[in-house]
């Protein structure tokens, strides 16, 4: 019989056994302590990892933990941004702006135009207009050829008379306004309706004097009443001749409520 003979066993045999063995056994995974406790890696107190570093929530306010600030921004001085500055506007004129359009202009009455006409252009500044004699007479439709006249001056030596053709509806009341200057060298004639626009259908007119030559003359379609203003015809519609006003065939659209004549008396009258 062969016999090992392990030096020291008995005693470390000893030792293993009352648990006072020092060290440990590796492979085995188990540890010996010298209080006679025996513990494994698994009930040993685990150490806690280092978190990596967080970024800072958006929107946590300047100084606080985890807030990194940035540095403020430096530009060359060539290359900082610019502010442009602010040219004070030239001070503007006083007075309308001439951009405006000029407001329109309303017509006065036929009778108010002649008689600034006598008394601006035909008249020189010492004279007067004589007051105005007016007649009524009546407009009557039917198509047929109507005239109605007046004199007026010294000896009768002007006239004005009135020539139409109308249709549809009644009579008319209308009015003739004959005024001369004090020399009697120039006098006016307005034929109207007063109640302004006529709805008579006129297929045609003439307005003529005799005694004296046309300076000026003028129809109308509407004539002034309350706040309306006078409507002339367009001057394709009518024609001015040294001796009439009268429609033009086949360009007048048959409305006239208004006609005006200022002229002057004639060299034979002189």
């Known amino acids: 019989m062969v016999s090992v003979h392990f030096p020291h066993s008995r005693r470390n045999l000893l030792r293993l056994l009352t648990g006072r063995a020092v060290g440990s056994v590796t492979g085995l995974g188990i540890a010996a302590r010298t209080d006679g406790r025996t513990t494994h890696p698994r009930d040993s107190p685990r150490k806690s990892k280092p978190r990596p570093n967080m970024a800072a929530p958006a929107g946590r306010r300047r100084g606080a933990p985890g807030h990194v600030a940035a540095p403020s921004p ?16 030239p001070p503007q004129p006083c007075g309308p702006d001439p951009k405006m359009a000029a407001p329109s202009e309303r017509r006065n009455g036929g009778g ?30 039917g ?22 053709a109308s249709q549809g509806g009644t009579n008319e009341k209308w009015q003739m306004s004959l005024g001369t200057s004090e020399d009697h060298q120039h006098f006016t004639c307005t034929i109207w309706r ?7 259908y006129f297929t045609q007119f003439k307005a003529e004097v005799r005694g004296a030559e046309i300076e000026y003359g003028m129809a109308y379609s509407k004539a002034a009443f309350e706040r309306e203003s006078d409507v002339p015809l367009k001057s394709d519609e009518f024609e001015v001749t040294k001796t009439a006003v009268s429609h033009r065939p086949g360009a007048f659209k048959a409305e006239l409520s208004k006609l005006v004549i200022v002229a002057k008396a004639s060299r034979s009258e002189l």
């Open 74 to 89: 430096t530009w060359p001085l060539a290359d900082a941004p610019r502010v442009p500055r602010r040219v004070p506007s």
């Open 143 to 164: 198509g047929v050829v109507h005239s109605f006249s007046q004199n007026v001056g010294p000896g009768d030596k002007y006239t004005c008379a009135f020539t139409y």
């Open 112 to 141: 108010a135009w002649a008689v600034l006409l006598l008394a601006a252009v035909a008249l020189r500044p010492a004279e007067a207009v004589s007051e105005p004699t007016t007649v009524a007479f009546d407009v009557r439709p």
């Open 194 to 200: 007063p109640q302004g626009k006529s709805y008579l």
